[in-house]
């Protein structure tokens, strides 16, 4: 299930509604409090209803560019194409109607199937991230123990497998703490692992 922050000035029960079916909803009347939830990281969904005088663009166009969070604007009257197609190269979902219920159940339920696609890609990229700061880690450590303590390029792996399995730690967790050593200690032998 996710979170969507919905911000409007007037009573949106058909909206609350329908995101219900895709998560909680918080409804918040204010743009800072919708805001501070979206730069936290509180929210996986931002619905930003047009205010009766036209105004939201903007603000809808700032929640995607602060946030990870799929942004939808709601028009409360006809939108410009020029406003729309502003909106849309600014990352921001436009829903053409609210009238249609189907049509907006269809159009949440899409967005809901996009995030869960949006949401694995972010947690794979989390991972090939942590990978490649451990490789990194590990190749500047096995640099450090050639250079420093004279090791060929294999002594110094096997050096930092034999560490971490011996101590229970991770290659990277080994690799930081020679790293740490030596910045610590300048030139020294001396290494914690």
Request: aromatic fraction near 6%; glycine fraction near 8%; hydrophobic fraction near 45%.
């Amino acid at each position: 299930m996710y979170t969507t922050v919905l911000v409007s000035e007037a009573n949106r029960e058909r909206l609350n509604r329908l995101l219900g079916k895709v998560g909680t909803v918080l409804t918040l009347s204010s743009e800072e409090e919708c805001l501070g939830v979206l730069t936290r990281g509180g929210a996986d969904f931002a619905v930003v209803v047009q205010h009766e005088d036209g105004r939201g663009v903007e603000f809808a166009l700032k929640c995607a560019a602060l946030s990870d969070a799929t942004v939808v604007f709601v028009p409360v009257c006809a939108l410009p194409k020029a406003l729309s197609d502003k909106l849309v190269r600014g990352g921001v979902c436009v829903l053409a109607s609210v009238e249609d219920e189907a049509a907006c159940e269809t159009f949440f339920g899409q967005l809901a199937a996009v995030r869960a696609v949006y949401g694995a890609l972010m947690r794979e990229n989390a991972g090939l991230r942590r990978k490649v700061l451990e490789a990194q880690a590990v190749g500047r450590a096995k640099c450090l123990l050639v250079e420093r303590r004279k090791m060929t390029e294999q002594a110094a792996h096997r050096f930092i497998e034999k560490t971490a399995m011996d101590n229970r730690l991770t290659r990277y967790a080994v690799a930081k703490d020679i790293i740490r050593g030596y910045e610590r200690k300048g030139t020294s032998d001396n290494i914690g692992a």
